[in-house]
């Protein structure tokens, strides 16, 4: 597999200065010879002058701009040289190809992907991706075109990803793409770098900025999904009612507060789950006799 290869070149500045030197003098050179030189000699020196002034300008093809957070790939008849990344105007052989390649952090948002969680059920999902590039030579040779080929292998781990997972659960132990956002984003992470590391990119972060059921199940699973909280919450409500009836009957005993037998054990149940249990306040009831009456 082709990797990166670094190398230096030189300056461009004293090569430009010495390039157009080469460019301006033959021009002086040619008047001095048109005036000085006899008829019959003045061809050669002429078309000496005109060949370094041409071969000048022809070796300013080789200067070359490298931003800041760029790299220059350099590639002499189909044959990768190395990759230029120091700042600055510099130069390299004239038949060298230069292709710029952004090494900047760059994010792009993916469209809105329709497709079925775990469960079947049709979702709309998106996501942002933050990426940069850190190895040219697979960046520009690995892959066609890597820019659209982050994009793409993007959306298909996402498409991926959504599929593997419900949308919604009220089972703790279970990853949702909603109630668990930071394992959810490490995945896609995972699974989109996966997919990327042959073009030479690295992912940075990858995060769900867009979700939601699909239009034509909005509804319908806008009830479901509450009907669900209130079931997940009458389970909480009951389980903590049974554990507070429990220590309430456990203390009264252990202090012998009051002898209850079965039937009164029965009806102080059933009263304090209705207390414990129900949506509005309880009213209260003041019992003027006894325990028996």
Request: proline share 3%; net charge neutral.
């Amino acid at each position: 597999m082709l990797r990166e290869k670094a190398i230096s070149a030189i300056s461009g500045i004293p090569m430009l200065l010495l390039f157009v030197a080469f460019i301006i003098l033959p021009v002086f050179g040619i008047i001095h010879v048109a005036r000085t030189f006899p008829s019959d000699e003045r061809g050669f020196a002429i078309f000496v002058c005109i060949v370094v002034e041409v071969v000048a300008a022809f070796c300013l093809a080789g200067l070359f701009q490298v931003q800041p957070n760029q790299g220059v790939v350099l590639t002499l008849f189909g044959r990768y040289i190395g990759t230029v990344s120091n700042p600055g105007l510099r130069f390299a052989n004239p038949f060298f190809a230069k292709r710029p390649v952004s090494l900047r952090v760059r994010n792009f948002e993916t469209s809105k992907l329709k497709v079925n969680d775990k469960d079947g059920n049709p979702i709309e999902i998106a996501a942002v991706v933050v990426w940069k590039v850190v190895d040219t030579a697979e960046a520009v040779f690995q892959v066609d075109n890597y820019e659209n080929y982050v994009h793409v292998q993007s959306e298909a781990a996402l498409r991926n990803m959504a599929t593997s997972y419900p949308y919604d659960t009220h089972e703790e132990h279970v990853i949702s793409l909603r109630g668990a956002t930071g394992e959810v984003a490490a995945q896609l992470k995972k699974e989109i770098q996966e997919r990327l590391a042959v073009a030479g990119v690295e992912v940075i972060e990858s995060r769900i900025s867009h979700l939601a059921y699909a239009q034509e199940i909005a509804a319908a699973m806008l009830r479901r999904q509450q009907a669900s909280a209130v079931i997940a919450a009458r389970q909480k409500i009951v389980e903590g009612a049974v554990g507070m009836v429990e220590m309430a009957l456990e203390r009264l005993e252990a202090k012998n507060v009051v002898k209850l037998d079965g039937e009164q054990r029965a009806a102080m149940v059933s009263n304090l789950l209705v207390v414990l249990c129900g949506e509005q306040a309880a009213s209260p009831v003041l019992n003027t006799g006894t325990l028996q009456h």
